[in-house]
């Protein structure tokens, strides 16, 4: 097993077992987490306590994954906080707009344990 429990991951997804999912695989590879099911949640929960990476769903209440992502990226000490979208929606417009708003990168739903698995180590270990 990994140790990176010096790396915070902030889960933000409104289906609860995406959440435990994501959940799943951060503590599989040694990271802290928090986990929230709103965007607006999300929104304060990550500049109360800036994490190392931000997991965020685009279909949350209040504010959208893509709304929490570009107003994360006006507070200059966000600039290092890694964000990875994921939607059900794949397609080349759903990826332009997330990275637009300042996402590190995208991933699509369904996804395979061992994929975020994957991922999460890449975006934390650059």
């Known amino acids: 097993m990994n140790t990176h429990s010096n790396k915070t991951i902030l889960i933000c997804d409104d289906e609860p077992n995406i959440r435990e999912s994501i959940r799943y695989a951060a503590v599989k590879e040694g990271y802290q987490y928090k986990m929230v099911g709103d965007g607006l949640v999300a929104y304060e929960t990550a500049c109360a306590d800036i994490p190392d990476l931000i997991v965020l769903d685009v279909g949350m209440p209040n504010l959208t994954g893509y709304e929490v992502c570009k107003k ?10 890694k964000v990875l979208i994921l939607t059900a929606f794949g397609q080349t ?11 590190t990168d995208f991933m699509t739903k369904p996804f395979s344990p061992r994929e975020l698995r994957a991922k ?7």
């Open 120 to 126: 999460l180590n890449e975006l934390l270990d650059k």
């Open 72 to 81: 994360l990226r006006q507070h200059p000490e966000m600039e290092q906080t």
């Open 93 to 103: 417009e759903d990826k332009i707009k997330a990275f637009n708003v300042g996402a």
